[in-house]
């Protein structure tokens, strides 16, 4: 059978062309009793709007890009997280009836690209996942006027869904002190991130509300980084008796170096995460960390864009922190 066309729709409605255009594509302006009509007629002859025509009336692409920075390291590839954001947040644009383009960003020719294909029309809007303080790609997307949104906080003008950071760590420290321990170290994210430097202050506030002298180490949120970081902290203060790692993955480093050193965990040494990846209920061992919700982080992040879509406002959304307290500490 022929496929029903726009005008068999308008000839069965009894209205123009245009009108049955204008209700399809969802113009605000159409009568009720027109739109009533006209979804009547639809309905009767089994009308499915052609979508490239659809698209070019509406200029929608119904496609979204979900960039990621991927730094060399591959930090964004190797951890279990991000997989977990990047494959909710498919799942949940793709329901929506979105195309998702996923587009890498670790270096300058990849940004490049980035920016081109956004300013070329190709998506209707952009998700940014995993952006560093110091990458220039949300101011410039920002500047294209397409709806734009951060699965964690980066440049002011992008709205943004993230963990309560600070809060995060405060519960960390605040559980270690607790516990009686007095020498606790912290291990940084990458300080040219946020979330880094916002955990970092969440651990440096406590200490300097409680009197106690903070030490800390550098990482980059990987496995390798924590184990080294937790090296240098036992040569520059042997007596240290807990810390505080800004990710589960720097660590489930530190749970190994510890172990080469001959220290017990939770005995000599505790040890708490950030993320609560699911492996860390089965290091040994099995690790306390703050939960950060992976799933509902990515959902709050594509709600967001989808708002944007329809005229919201974007206002940030702050999920909050809760420690779950297993045997490191």
């Given at each position: 059978?022929?496929?029903?066309?726009?005008?068999a729709?308008?000839?069965?409605?009894?209205?123009?062309k245009?009108?049955?255009?204008?209700?399809?594509?969802?113009?605000?302006?159409?009568?009720?009793?027109?739109?009533?009509?006209?979804?009547?007629?639809?309905?009767?002859?089994g009308?499915?709007?052609?979508?490239?025509?659809r698209?070019?009336a509406?200029?929608?692409t119904?496609?979204?890009?979900?960039?990621?920075?991927?730094?060399?390291?591959?930090?964004?590839?190797?951890?279990?997280?991000?997989?977990?954001?990047?494959?909710?947040?498919?799942?949940?644009?793709?329901?929506?009836?979105?195309?998702?383009?996923?587009?890498?960003a670790?270096s300058?020719?990849?940004?490049?690209?980035?920016?081109?294909?956004?300013?070329?029309?190709?998506?209707?809007?952009v998700?940014?996942?995993?952006m560093?303080?110091?990458?220039?790609?949300?101011?410039?997307?920002?500047?294209?006027?397409?709806?734009?949104?951060s699965?964690?906080?980066?440049?002011?003008?992008?709205?943004?869904?993230d963990?309560?950071?600070?809060?995060?760590?405060?519960?960390?420290?605040?559980?270690?002190?607790?516990?009686?321990?007095?020498?606790?170290?912290?291990?940084?994210?990458?300080?040219?991130?946020?979330?880094?430097?916002?955990?970092?202050?969440g651990?440096?506030?406590?200490?300097?509300?409680?009197?106690?002298?903070?030490?800390?180490?550098?990482?980059?949120?990987?496995?390798?980084?924590g184990?080294?970081?937790?090296?240098?902290?036992?040569?520059?203060d042997?007596?240290?008796?807990?810390?505080?790692?800004?990710?589960?993955?720097?660590?489930?480093?530190?749970?190994?170096?510890?172990?080469?050193?001959?220290?017990?965990?939770?005995?000599?040494?505790?040890?708490?995460?950030?993320?609560?990846?699911?492996?860390?209920?089965?290091?040994a061992?099995?690790?306390?960390?703050?939960?950060?919700?992976?799933?509902?982080?990515?959902?709050?992040?594509?709600?967001?864009?989808?708002?944007?879509?329809?005229?919201?406002s974007g206002?940030?959304?702050?999920?909050?922190?809760?420690?779950?307290?297993?045997e490191?500490?």
């Amino acid at each position: 059978m022929d496929r029903p066309t726009l005008e068999a729709v308008a000839a069965r409605a009894g209205v123009s062309k245009s009108s049955v255009s204008r209700v399809i594509n969802g113009a605000p302006t159409v009568a009720p009793s027109i739109r009533e009509v006209v979804l009547r007629a639809v309905r009767e002859l089994g009308y499915v709007p052609h979508a490239a025509a659809r698209n070019l009336a509406t200029r929608r692409t119904n496609a979204v890009a979900l960039v990621v920075s991927d730094p060399p390291k591959g930090l964004v590839s190797d951890d279990p997280m991000f997989s977990a954001v990047v494959r909710q947040a498919s799942r949940k644009l793709e329901a929506a009836g979105k195309q998702v383009v996923l587009m890498l960003a670790g270096s300058e020719d990849s940004r490049a690209r980035v920016a081109q294909y956004v300013a070329a029309g190709h998506v209707d809007g952009v998700m940014l996942v995993s952006m560093h303080g110091t990458d220039s790609l949300p101011a410039t997307l920002a500047r294209r006027g397409l709806p734009i949104v951060s699965l964690g906080r980066t440049n002011p003008a992008v709205p943004y869904v993230d963990n309560d950071n600070p809060g995060g760590a405060d519960l960390a420290v605040r559980h270690l002190l607790r516990q009686g321990r007095r020498r606790v170290a912290t291990i940084t994210g990458p300080l040219d991130m946020i979330a880094s430097q916002e955990r970092l202050s969440g651990y440096t506030d406590v200490m300097r509300e409680t009197g106690h002298r903070s030490i800390v180490a550098i990482g980059d949120f990987t496995r390798v980084s924590g184990a080294d970081a937790m090296r240098q902290l036992l040569q520059d203060d042997p007596a240290l008796d807990a810390v505080f790692a800004a990710n589960d993955l720097m660590a489930i480093g530190a749970l190994r170096t510890l172990r080469e050193a001959g220290r017990r965990v939770p005995d000599d040494v505790a040890v708490v995460g950030f993320d609560d990846i699911e492996a860390a209920r089965y290091t040994a061992p099995a690790l306390t960390t703050v939960h950060s919700p992976m799933t509902d982080w990515a959902t709050a992040t594509v709600d967001l864009l989808l708002g944007l879509f329809e005229g919201g406002s974007g206002e940030p959304v702050l999920l909050p922190a809760e420690l779950v307290v297993r045997e490191s500490a």
